[in-house]
């Protein structure tokens, strides 16, 4: 047997086939041929059996991941059927006599670099397209295989570079039974997917795609981040059996999904779910989450071939917001750039992009993409507890920027007519340093605080989040990050707001005893860390906790806080 370790990112145990999603080696020689005929036929059959495909992993996509999800692959089959491309791709193999590979390439290549080109994002958008779907026939052309998550229909593990986070979203939970990949971290969002798809998942294994073939046995171990290559029969047992405890122990944390979340000496605190789709509530009421604590809208944006208009993201935070009734659903403004791209959106590269242009930073310069999502948030406010927040906040200035625009759309709404709720909160995430580090002023103007660790972490320790190779220095209970915690907490409760947390750090049980002498307010994870948290949370005395605040602050190192509180509360 061979073992890879890799940082456990979604628990559970999977033990399926290897699926390696690689993008083929596509490269081909240019070629003259003879019988042009016969050249034009194999054009047509690799575009023939890719719209097949595209038709399939359409049908797939509605039916898992909703009609909105599906559109994108309705432009991809307009794409191949368009004889603006297609008839210029069949002139040049009839009037040049080259093979079909040079003639595609040729021709694609000339329409993606006129698209990309021109000054307008639908045209850009085409582009993109045109690259997807010419890929799909190029490797038809060359009879190599394309891997497809939406197209796989038995059970599988998925060994890649990198999951982004669309190839997460089309995965069918059906089939794919969880993953492995060279890099990430804890909080890459191909981790944050699989624990809300509720999968096991490791990613930064470093060499996973090196050591797996395609077809391998795996066990992929997400409760202690292995991965077993071609395991045994009495491994495969062992790790049934391991399989088997972690279902009963979720049957034991089931018992506690209608209770409210109370420590051992009566304190309360909000145990809530981080979501990406209005598909996640689901998951929340299944594991007794009291509300939303993150609605990452930039999923609407990113599982689309265009922004989405205003109606379509109205439906999507209308749907949340029923489904939550009157618990309360916080909806994050878009966050998109850092590790999360729009292919429609073109942006220049930059050198640092979790330091670039992105989140409140886009949205302010473009307030033409900003205001259409907080009309559509404005109108759906009217049907549940919706509560706003702005990501990436770095100044007070950026905070009332945004807040005036929410209020000028609120005042053209209301002029209209339309039914706006008039007791929105309007926070901000506290995901920069310099905004933990002043949370007193800001916390005079916003109505809460809702700490990102993800970001905070990185951007305090100066460690990218989704590099392995600086993970060491990715340290959550670094008292640096504590510190600053605990400063945005002190600030909210003094100016009697209420502060929450959205990071991974908030369902970590080694934080959480920690966060709950600090007074944290609401608690907002994955929604399958919450049964385990309110678990432990119920065993635990906040005013015990409280007291070794000034001592856990005052520590020196991550490991001693960690000792610490492993000791404390027999972990
Ligand atoms: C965070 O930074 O902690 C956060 C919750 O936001 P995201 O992970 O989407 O960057
Ligand atoms: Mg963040």
Same mark, same amino acid.
């Given at each position: 047997m061979s073992m890879i370790k890799g940082i456990a990112a979604s628990n559970g145990v999977a033990i399926a086939k290897? %699926?390696? +999603?690689?993008?083929?080696?596509?490269?081909?020689?240019?070629?003259?041929?003879?019988?042009?005929?016969?050249?034009?036929?194999?054009?047509? $059959?690799?575009?023939?059996?890719?719209?097949?495909?595209?038709?399939?992993?359409?049908?797939?996509?509605?039916?898992?991941?909703?009609?909105?999800?599906?559109?994108?692959?309705?432009?991809?089959?307009?794409?191949?059927?368009?004889?603006? /491309?297609?008839?210029?791709?069949?002139?040049?193999?009839? @009037?040049?006599?080259?093979? !079909?590979?040079? $003639?595609l390439h040729d021709t694609a290549t000339m329409f993606i670099n006129m698209f990309k080109a021109m000054d307008n994002e639908y045209m850009r958008e085409r582009a993109a397209d045109i690259q997807d779907v010419t890929k799909r026939v190029m490797a038809h052309l060359l009879q190599v295989s394309f891997p497809d998550p939406a197209l796989i229909d038995e059970q599988v593990v998925i060994i890649a570079e990198d999951l982004t986070p669309s190839d997460t979203a089309q995965l069918n939970k059906q089939f794919v039974k969880g993953f492995a990949t060279n890099i990430g971290g804890r909080t890459s969002h191909s981790a944050i997917m699989a624990r809300s798809l509720e999968i096991p998942a490791i990613v930064g294994t470093k060499t996973i795609t090196e050591d797996v073939k395609e077809g391998d046995i795996l066990i992929v171990d997400g409760i202690d981040g292995d991965v077993i290559i071609n395991p045994t029969v009495e491994e495969i047992a062992l790790y049934e059996k391991k399989q088997d405890n972690f279902a009963k122990q979720k049957q034991i944390w089931a018992k506690l999904k209608d209770e409210p979340t109370v420590s051992s000496d009566g304190t309360h605190v909000e145990l809530v779910?981080?979501?990406?789709?209005?598909?996640?509530?689901?998951?929340? /009421?299944?594991?007794?989450?009291?509300?939303?604590?993150? %609605?990452?809208?930039?999923? +609407?944006?990113m599982g689309n071939s265009d922004f989405p208009t205003e109606d379509q993201q109205f439906e999507a935070y209308k749907s949340v917001l029923e489904q939550m009734g009157d618990k309360p659903v916080v909806v994050r403004t878009l966050d998109i750039?850092?590790?999360?791209?729009?292919? %429609?959106?073109?942006?220049?590269?930059?050198? @640092?992009?979790? +330091?670039?242009?992105?989140?409140?930073?886009?949205?302010?310069?473009?307030?033409?993409?900003?205001?259409?999502?907080?009309?559509? /948030?404005?109108?759906?406010?009217?049907?549940?507890?919706?509560?706003? *927040?702005?990501? *990436?906040?770095?100044?007070?200035?950026?905070f009332r920027e945004a807040k005036a625009l929410l209020l000028e759309e609120k005042a053209n709404l209301v002029n209209d007519g339309v039914s706006v709720s008039d007791d929105i909160e309007v926070g901000i995430m506290v995901e920069i340093p310099s905004t933990a580090v002043i949370a007193r002023q800001f !916390?005079?103007?916003?109505?809460?605080?809702?700490?990102?660790?993800?970001?905070?972490?990185?951007?305090? *320790?100066? $460690?990218?989040? *989704?590099?392995?190779?600086?993970?060491?220095? %990715?340290?959550?209970?670094?008292? !640096?990050?504590l510190n600053l915690v605990n400063n945005v907490i002190e600030a909210a409760h003094a100016e009697g707001k209420w502060a929450g947390m959205c990071g991974e750090m908030a369902g970590d049980p080694i934080a959480i005893p920690i966060l709950l002498g600090l007074g944290l307010d609401e608690f907002s994870m994955s929604a399958t860390s919450i049964l385990p948290a309110r678990t432990q949370i119920k065993d635990l005395s906040k005013a015990e906790m409280a007291s070794y605040k000034e001592e856990l602050l005052s520590m020196s190192t991550a490991d001693e806080v960690e000792a610490f509180i492993r000791e404390k509360t027999n972990q």
């Open positions: 290897a %699926y390696k +999603l690689e993008t083929p080696d596509l490269s081909f020689e240019t070629k003259k041929v003879e019988d042009v005929a016969s050249e034009i036929k194999r054009l047509e $059959a690799a575009l023939d059996i890719s719209k097949l495909e595209l038709e399939k992993i359409k049908e797939n996509a509605r039916k898992t991941l909703g009609d909105e999800h599906a559109e994108i692959f309705s432009a991809h089959l307009l794409v191949l059927s368009d004889p603006e /491309l297609i008839t210029p791709i069949e002139d040049k193999i009839k @009037n040049e006599s080259v093979n !079909a590979e040079a $003639a779910a981080n979501i990406g789709t209005p598909d996640d509530v689901q998951g929340i /009421l299944n594991n007794g989450g009291e509300g939303v604590g993150l %609605y990452r809208t930039e999923f +609407l944006y750039g850092g590790d999360k791209e729009l292919s %429609y959106l073109d942006l220049p590269h930059e050198m @640092n992009p979790f +330091l670039g242009f992105r989140a409140i930073r886009l949205c302010l310069e473009r307030d033409d993409i900003f205001r259409t999502q907080l009309r559509a /948030l404005l109108r759906a406010s009217a049907y549940g507890n919706l509560k706003i *927040m702005f990501p *990436m906040i770095a100044t007070l200035n950026e !916390a005079k103007e916003v109505d809460f605080f809702s700490i990102g660790t993800n970001d905070l972490i990185q951007y305090t *320790m100066a $460690a990218d989040r *989704m590099n392995e190779r600086v993970s060491y220095l %990715y340290q959550p209970y670094h008292p !640096a990050i």
